[in-house]
């Protein structure tokens, strides 16, 4: 074995401690991007091929009522590839055992056979029969929820009717992959349900024979998305389309895509956090190593080795500690993505799903490890290599003794002799001194950033369920009904109050900018639905002009006073200019909204309303619940206990889970750096402290100036960290923020004190590793050194 190779073998075993640490903080980048990386092949491979294998559409479009002799007509515009029509419907269940209301949509399919586009994978039973107007497929989430097979029985309410369906088989579509209702946000598998009958029956339930209100597309090879969607809208306006929408606006593969998303960003800025703490720790401490081994540098020169052979020697060491932080890191990223895989599966419901490290990731990330790596230690590496051998075995030139301007700050009987070496000591070595707080100030920054994670979700959550919805019920009717049935809602048992509302799909035009969504006509002083400004204020709808969340605002480049142009897809069809009158600050969503006679002016109707929110008596739920079944005209149920229940599980599994992993990393990181520089101080001061204790000094007093040192440079370090912290979840904020829901930029005392208290806790225990070390420490050996 060569000379090196035993000293660089010696050195791993000596410096064992501190390269398990700087070992640590490369996992944990590598552990975040292979965690990423991983999620985000998986999640788009599963979605791909279940896209291509059954047929997934390009186009969707919903209207009111067209005839099926239009087809032909549609099918000869410019780009039209395959086109199906279908009949959509609202559907209301009950559940044997089960007494929550359950909501739901019906889809046709062509009698006893598959549609061409949005094929069934069937998990269970078969199609419903040729002929068959009792029968149906349920969404496969729905049917776990329940325990529901093949041959089970429901009682449904489709356009106001009472009908029996029996249960032919149990299946998913791609088309709902991300099963949830239509206005929420998370699947609430118990309380919605999709299902699938032959059309000639559902379109006679529905009064639709002969006819459709909704219609599936794909493009031709080459076709532009825009020029076809231009000539459907053309075409079926006078059918009471709605628009026709994209991939990008159906709501399952918009969330999904919102998800592949976040994996991108958490796979680009979190490694990237990590990997850049780990070079800065990596040429701190191999400075610094190099630095006290100077001696022994000078002797390999002076017997015969080259610069590059040592240099060699140095990139060898700091290769094996970034290879073993790299092996930590992939194990632990592949542990992580098994166990989030079991997560993905429950909301994405992907026939198969499998998750596995890519060898291309393996590759990535082992490159940018090395990259970080090379980053952070070639400069000390060549400029220590560099010195001639006779400077570098003569010692370091002493340092001048004088009184430092802290001295000067504190007085005399305060410091001891203890205190006045730790302050001149940090006042020789300024750069060595002010790295120490940088790298400990990184390490509270990361704590900063996952203690505002943590925060930030519940502030989010309260304020959407505390704040801005204060109903227990949401009511949704089939179609617009005339205001007086608010009247006859306050009758029903249980109801303590009753707030109307209308909502109208719109296209929102600002410049070349537009936006699809609806305006939400509501009382002037909304009671149970707030809307919130910047303060978390509740404002009053103004008579005239429309509110939006500042989020859609931000996408469509719009001020408050400028003008929107507001297309009114039901209706007449109108196009409006309406001045944007105020903006409002919600977490979740994305919305415009206008006092409710205002809306039904525009939209040259009399008092009309699509539904209505309830303040509930608890103890009367079950009766309420029974005579909401009877009313015809209401389409669907939604409980907002049950909503924010669905939405607290989401964030519990997915962004705490990943904001808990983050906080475990960042308080491991944060001993590594202390206990790095802890080490690093002890070895370079090694000969000091020996002869401290040979000239009398106890041994608590020579650990009070080695921890003292630690404790100051910690102390300088917090405020610093906190500065970090903040930037660092500024930026996250901005990565985070989009059309579903929008982590709030919050900082509580909690946050900050949660990141120094465990910088603080990490450098106690570092404290009493080095008081421990301090005990053992040869005297006789360390004095022996080159004079």
């Not at 056979?113 to 068959?132: F, I, T, V």
């Not at 900063?448 to 109903?471: E, K, N, P, S």
Request: aromatic share 8%; proline share 5%; hydrophobic share 50%.
């Amino acid at each position: 074995m060569k000379t090196l190779d035993r000293k660089l073998y010696r050195d791993l075993w000596r410096l064992k401690g501190q390269a398990l640490a700087i070992a640590l903080v490369i996992a944990s980048g590598v552990m975040t991007l292979i965690l990423a990386v991983t999620t985000l092949e998986s999640l788009t491979g599963a979605r791909d091929r279940f896209y291509a294998s059954h047929h997934f559409a390009e186009l969707f479009v919903e209207l009111k009522r067209a005839p099926l002799g239009l087809q032909a007509q549609l099918q000869q515009l410019e780009g039209v590839n395959l086109i199906e029509p279908r009949v959509r419907a609202a559907v209301r269940l009950a559940v044997p055992g089960y007494g929550d209301p359950v909501r739901g949509q019906l889809l046709s399919l062509p009698d006893g056979r598959q549609p061409l586009l949005n094929h069934l994978y069937l998990k269970a039973g078969s199609l419903p029969e040729a002929g068959r107007d009792d029968q149906a497929v349920v969404s496969d989430a729905f049917a776990e929820a329940h325990g529901l097979a093949p041959g089970d029985r429901l009682e449904a309410i489709v356009n106001g009717r009472h009908t029996q369906l029996t249960i032919s088989g149990i299946g998913l579509s791609p088309e709902f992959l991300y099963q949830v209702a239509p206005t929420d946000l998370m699947p609430d598998y118990h309380r919605y349900a999709v299902l699938w009958m032959n059309q000639r029956a559902l379109a006679q339930a529905y009064g639709m024979e002969g006819a459709f209100n909704s219609l599936t597309l794909t493009l031709q090879a080459g076709a532009s998305e825009a020029e076809v969607v231009d000539a459907l809208d053309l075409v079926l306006a006078r059918y009471g389309a709605i628009g026709a929408q994209t991939r990008h606006d159906q709501q399952s593969h918009r969330f999904i895509e919102e998800e592949l998303n976040q994996q991108r960003i958490t796979a680009t800025v979190l490694p990237a956090i990590f990997l850049t703490v780990s070079a800065f720790l990596l040429n701190v401490v191999m400075g610094r190593i190099i630095q006290t081994q100077r001696e022994q540098l000078a002797v390999l020169k002076a017997f015969g080795y080259r610069d590059s052979e040592l240099a060699r020697h140095y990139g060898l060491l700091a290769a094996a500690i970034v290879l073993l932080g790299w092996v930590v890191g992939v194990a632990l990223g592949s542990w992580a993505a098994s166990g989030l895989a079991g997560i993905y599966r429950e909301y994405f419901r992907f026939p198969e799903m499998h998750f596995g490290v890519p060898l291309w990731a393996l590759a990535l990330s082992l490159l940018v490890t090395l990259l970080a790596a090379l980053a952070g230690t070639w400069h000390a590496v060549w400029r220590a290599v560099g010195r001639p051998p006779a400077e570098a075995m003569r010692p370091p030139a002493p340092h001048r003794f004088r009184r430092s301007w802290l001295e000067r700050l504190i007085p005399a009987p305060l410091l001891g002799n203890e205190g006045r070496i730790v302050l001149r000591n940090l006042a020789r070595h300024p750069l060595k001194a002010a790295f120490s707080v940088v790298g400990i100030a990184l390490s509270a920054g990361l704590l900063v950033i996952g203690a505002y994670q943590l925060a930030a979700v519940d502030t989010m959550i309260d304020q959407q369920y505390r704040q801005v919805l204060q109903m227990d019920m949401e009511l949704t009717f089939n179609e617009p009904t005339p205001a007086r049935a608010a009247g006859e809602l306050r009758h029903l048992p249980g109801v303590l109050a009753v707030e109307t509302w209308r909502r109208v799909p719109v296209t929102l035009i600002h410049a070349h900018r537009q936006y699809r969504t609806s305006l939400l006509g509501m009382a002037q002083e909304p009671g149970m639905r707030q809307v919130l400004e910047g303060q978390g204020r509740p404002q009053r709808l103004p008579e005239t002009g429309v509110m939006l969340t500042r989020h859609l605002a931000e996408l469509l480049d719009v001020k408050v006073g400028d003008t929107l142009e507001v297309a009114v897809m039901e209706g007449r069809r109108q196009r409006l200019s309406l001045p944007l009158t105020a903006l409002v600050d919600e977490p979740l969503g994305v919305g415009a909204y206008l006092e409710l006679s205002a809306l039904n002016a525009l939209m040259h109707e009399g008092p009309a309303i699509s539904g209505a929110w309830l303040l509930v008596d608890a103890e009367h739920t079950a009766e309420l619940h029974a005579a909401l079944w009877e009313l015809p005209r209401v389409a669907s149920i939604g409980l907002l206990t049950a909503a924010e229940q669905g939405v607290r599980e989401y964030m519990d599994e997915t962004l705490l889970m990943v904001a808990v992993i983050f906080v475990g990393i960042a308080s491991s990181i944060a001993f590594g750096v202390v206990y790095n520089n802890a080490r690093i101080a002890f070895a370079e001061r090694a000969r000091e402290l020996a002869t401290l204790q040979v000239l009398g000094y106890t041994r608590a007093e020579v650990a009070r100036i080695l921890l003292g040192e630690i404790a100051l440079l910690t102390l300088a370090a917090i405020p610093l960290g906190w500065a970090i912290g903040v930037f660092f979840s500024h930026l996250l904020h901005r990565a985070f923020s989009h059309d579903l829901f929008r982590i709030p930029l919050v900082f509580t005392p909690h946050t900050f004190g949660f990141a120094a208290a465990g910088v603080l806790v990490a450098s106690l225990l570092v404290a009493a590793l080095v008081f421990r070390r301090l005990g053992r420490l040869d005297k006789i050996r360390v004095l022996k050194a080159v004079e």
